[in-house]
RNA sequence: GUGGGUGUAGCUCAACGGCAGAGCGCCACACUGUGGAUGUGGAUGUUGUGGGUUCGAAACCCAUCACCCACC
């Protein structure tokens, strides 16, 4: 049995508001700022256990939803749970499946008491509510495992009123359901770009104790300003103690704008999707790796890059990887995206325990090309003047 | 050698006397608590070639070239 000193959080040093620590988990420490590749379904997407180890993973991010529906969170417990499942000795996070009820199934009705939906597989009608959220979680075995909460749309008040008042009622019945020691529930902050509705979430769910809390319904259509914001003001009432995830973020800017704002943790489908979409993350901007100007590009996706694709391949043969459908493409970029931002949050806990991670920051996003979304250089000069 | 058929975008084909189009491919863009999905935008033609008929030809006529099939 594990002590409760298993999930305590080492708050090393901070600069500014970002900060460097070290979570303890039963499957070891987690190494703050971080970020947690996603694997859905028990799988990081193209990549082995092994290449996570090689990229420097610490966390990986598994799914409740998806393994209920498939293979069943019986079968996972069956086989060892989760860890020995998917052969990941290091700590693993599975989401409630609060936000795949509302992103991925087909058609659910929400009480006070839980979701009822079908799922995005079969049609099959089921039924998640606090208590059962927490049972298939302790079932499946995870390290770090999220209360369960209703993601609404950001813009909409009343909506989020209502929502709100469901994520407090169901963050209480999730701490009640909760048996397992070896286990740390996170509490989920809710509320849209709704600033007092940011500020009472946060202190009402700073208020129940969990040893960690997460900060949910952001980047789902809101503006890098907004979302930028309304970290700032969650941060600000959370308490330092404890880590703070940001959850389904983000991209490069995304995390050095969130580690600026005291978050510690991130996760993001976004280096595994674009990945899969032929696109390349690198600490200068984007490159789509489709692009016929790689055509015969001698040069690696990022000559700076120390990551085993940028060792040993051009952009040339990648382009014919990805053209041809081949399926190594989606490994290969997989590793450069998430070594890329594995990196970014290394150099950053490095800059913070050095004092100098506003210099680092700017340097960063100065150096970042940004295509399309004039909002991010808002973001920017926000944190910026601050 | 004789007879028949087919030539339209990179590919497969529509349009059959009235603004030359589709699918795929190609060129780009998007993707944030994962549907290896999807969506959005864009470029591309001396209609094999040369002549003729017609107000107007990818289409009808003649010649020619290429390819395919059948028969000597």
């Not at 947690?36 to 799914?63: D, R, W, Y």
């Not at 499946?140 to 929502?163: H, K, Q, S, T, V």
């Not at 995830?245 to 991130?266: A, H, K, Q, T």
Request: glycine share 8%.
């Amino acid at each position: 049995m594990t002590s409760p000193e298993a999930f305590q959080f080492d708050l090393l040093t901070t600069d500014g508001n970002a900060r460097a620590g070290l979570f303890h988990t039963p499957h070891g420490e987690i190494p703050t700022p971080i970020f947690a590749p996603v694997g859905t379904q028990a799988t990081v997407k193209a990549v082995s256990p092994a290449q996570l180890e090689e990229i420097g993973a610490s966390l990986v991010l598994s799914n409740t939803y998806h393994l209920y529906l498939r293979p069943g969170a019986d079968l996972v417990a069956e086989m060892g749970g989760l860890h020995q499942f998917m052969q990941w000795p290091h700590p693993i996070l599975t989401d409630s499946g609060g936000f795949q009820v509302f992103s991925l199934a087909d058609t659910r009705k929400i009480d006070d008491d839980g979701v009822t939906f079908k799922s995005h597989i079969d049609g099959s009608t089921h039924r998640f509510t606090p208590k059962t959220a927490v049972a298939i979680q302790e079932n499946l075995g995870a390290d770090i495992i999220m209360a369960f909460d209703e993601c609404a749309p950001p813009y909409d008040r009343a909506y989020n009123e209502r929502a709100l008042a469901r994520t407090h009622a169901w963050a209480e019945r999730c701490l009640q359901a909760k048996t397992r020691p070896d286990q740390a529930l996170f509490g989920i902050v809710q509320g849209g770009i709704f600033p007092d509705l940011r500020v009472k979430s946060a202190e009402y769910i700073a208020s129940l104790g969990f040893p960690g809390h997460a900060i949910g319904g952001l980047s789902v259509g809101e503006t890098k300003a907004e979302m930028n914001a309304t970290i700032e003001i969650v941060n600000a009432v959370l308490p330092q103690n404890k880590p703070r995830y940001l959850m389904g973020v983000g991209s490069p800017e995304d995390l050095i704008n969130g580690i600026r704002r005291g978050i510690d943790i991130f996760d993001c489908v976004l280096p595994t999707r674009l990945a899969r979409h032929q696109a390349a993350m690198t600490f200068s901007g984007r490159i789509n790796l489709m692009n016929a100007s790689n055509a015969h590009d001698q040069r690696p996706i990022d000559e700076n890059c120390q990551c085993y694709t940028c060792q040993h391949f051009t952009r040339a043969y990648l382009r014919h990887l990805v053209v041809a459908k081949e399926m190594l493409a989606a490994t290969l970029i997989s590793i450069h995206n998430l070594f890329t931002l594995l990196e970014i949050a290394r150099r950053s806990r490095i800059a913070i325990l050095n004092g100098c991670f506003d210099q680092f920051a700017d340097d960063f996003l100065a150096n970042y090309h940004r295509s399309s979304d004039s909002s991010t250089s808002d973001a920017l000069s926000n944190g910026v003047d601050q």
